[in-house]
């Protein structure tokens, strides 16, 4: 499944569940990718399954994919995660971290 794709599953779901969906509630949305990101490190640290952490980790992409369709309606997201992935790839080796070379 594409990010596209994903991302209408997700709004189908949001209507059907009567989440948030408004866009005051981009604020919201981020948040909760953040708790979900907490959730999966607590996930990990606790030892708990590959499937556990997987499915807190899956909690942020939905959150993020659902604040995007709010946010940005009209960025194809599979396009930009592929242009992305090319400007990072154009980048110098270990670029942005340049602390771990002093
Ligand atoms: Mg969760």
């Known amino acids: 499944m594409h990010l596209e794709e994903m991302k209408k599953e997700i709004e189908t779901l949001v209507l059907e569940k009567g989440f948030y ?20 490190s607590d996930a990990w640290k606790k030892g708990e399954s590959e499937e556990k952490i997987a499915e807190e980790l899956v909690d942020v992409i ?14 194809n997201m599979d396009e930009m995660f592929r242009r992305k992935l090319d400007k990072n ?5 270990q670029y942005g971290e340049g602390h771990r070379r002093m």
Do not use: M
């Open 21 to 40: 969906n408004e866009p005051e509630d981009i604020p919201k949305k981020l948040l909760f990718a953040f708790i979900e990101l907490g959730e999966a």
């Open 62 to 75: 939905f959150y993020v994919l659902d604040a995007s369709r709010l946010a940005c309606p009209s960025i």
């Open 89 to 93: 790839k154009s980048r110098e080796y």
